[in-house]
DNA sequence: AAAGAGATGTGACAAATGTAATATTGATAT
DNA sequence: ATATCAATATTACATTTGTCACATCTCTTT
């Protein structure tokens, strides 16, 4: 198995580059320090799994990643991150990382470099927690505790759709003055100021 | 490292049985073939992997797993599904599963449980794009492309806060009015015809 | 029938919002 | 110094929004 590592301080990219020979089958077949060296040593080497850290002066590894996906969709890149860098996960999700470790966990990093080899995604300890949409875990909100009927939700799911009073006054058959009463009193229900926050609010919550 | 594996078919925990053993630091060290028997395994044995498979007869993989963590949070356990169970996944990680994988990929299910054993989380090819809130088609917006400037993007945010323009202008320092102008450019810009569009729609768009 | 309750509507008003045209300012280049 | 450009500001205006008090209207209950 090649490997490629990548990491400004060549301290850490000796460390792992010892790590990883530990493994029998493993060679690490080059080694960078930024963003623009990964993707130069990606298109010539074609290693099997690039590590790669994602903090890197001129081209950060995030990028870099999206350069190297861009062309080699197929491509296993596990990020090393030091920690909570947690905006760049879905990000990094999106392009198509194979991997987002925690550079602490150095005896981690060989079980990780083998399951990413056959395909998987690995995440380190505690980052799985900060994928958002996950964890973000959108209040459930109990809307009759708010005595919020039926209409009231449909009339606040259209405003959260962006539709002016006129358009929703027309959508359900109600005069846009009712509309107006209608939102008015959700607003004092909720204790919302305007239609804006009302949308916002809607939609990170769950129906 | 001692594992559990609970499958209903037994010629699939055989077959898990004879690849996990190939490992020479693995040992199986109990089986069962459903939901109650691993809650009980699991109990009894405390291996530091248990593989589950998700579908079975009477408690399910979940149900099981969700039983398991809430009594030992720091279990480590692998579901196993058979494709497209896609709507469980999300469950299985709020419970603190440590992974899912396709039944299919015989040879990644040992370097999966080796990156579990660490700590990781693991998942499938294409399960991670099963992830809503990831996949959940927030579109990746290509701001740069409507020419919106790194200030016009901060307004915009402030805008999905909720803030009034007046709000807004004293958070950045620039008067009731520009604001004002700066939004509407954004809007023209970006083809919405109010705030509250505007909102939504940054909203579900990541940045 | 009268009274009450609930939903819907109206009118009036202040405030916020969105648009457009036109200043003012400040920095830069010639 | 002048011309130029971008960013910011001002002004004016039309619309939309949010609030409130008060009508209607329709059922139901008595």
Redesign the interface.
Known sequence: MNIVIVDDDILVSNALKTILEMGEDITVTGMGQDGEEAVQLYASLKPDVLLMDIRMKKMGGLTAAREILKEYPDARILLLTTFSDDEYI??A??YGVKGY?LKQ?Y??IL??I??V?????????E??SK????L??KKTFDWEAYDISEKELHVISL????L?NKEIAKEIFLSEGTVRNYISNILEKLQ??????L??YY??TIK
């Open positions: 879905v990000k999700l999106k470790l966990d005896n981690s079980p990780a083998r399951a080899y056959t395909g998987q995604t690995v995440f380190g300890t980052i799985v994928i958002p949409g996950l973000q875990e405003v959260a759709e962006g002016s919302l100021r305007d239609r804006t926050r949308a916002v939609l990170n």
